[in-house]
Nanobody, 125 residues
């Protein structure tokens, strides 16, 4: 099982980036896919997820209205469109997958069995 995130980089505040996470070795369609992030000196936190059963997206309050998660089952890829970025969004972004989590644990890191290596997003002020 492999998850490979890409698309990180340096962007000015107010700008946009789109992250991608390509997966292999999984039944992607049956998985909940999520993005987490870990900023400098901070704990890893939930950003967004698409629940496997319904395809419905869920977001952390801090990114609602700015970030959009989308899952492309044909391409086995999950995307995170990030708009109106602020320096507080600076972090390493990780994609994660789970084939078994229940909805109540969608924001919990421990609920995800598979993780990618992360991609760095830096937002300058």
């Amino acid at each position: 099982v492999q998850l490979q995130a890409s698309g990180g980089g340096l962007v000015q505040a107010g700008g946009s980036l789109r992250l991608s996470c390509a997966t292999s070795g999984r039944t992607f369609r049956s998985d909940t896919m999520a993005w987490f992030r870990q900023g400098p000196g901070r704990e890893r936190e939930f950003v967004a997820a698409v629940f496997r059963s319904t395809g419905r997206p869920y977001y952390a309050d801090s990114v609602k209205g700015r970030f959009t998660i989308a899952k492309d089952n044909a391409e086995n890829t999950v995307f995170l469109q990030m708009n109106s970025l602020t320096p507080e969004d600076t972090a390493v972004y990780y994609c994660a997958a789970s084939g078994r989590l229940i909805l109540s644990s969608i924001a919990s890191q421990s609920a995800y069995e598979y993780w990618g290596p992360g991609t760095l997003v830096t937002v300058s002020s």
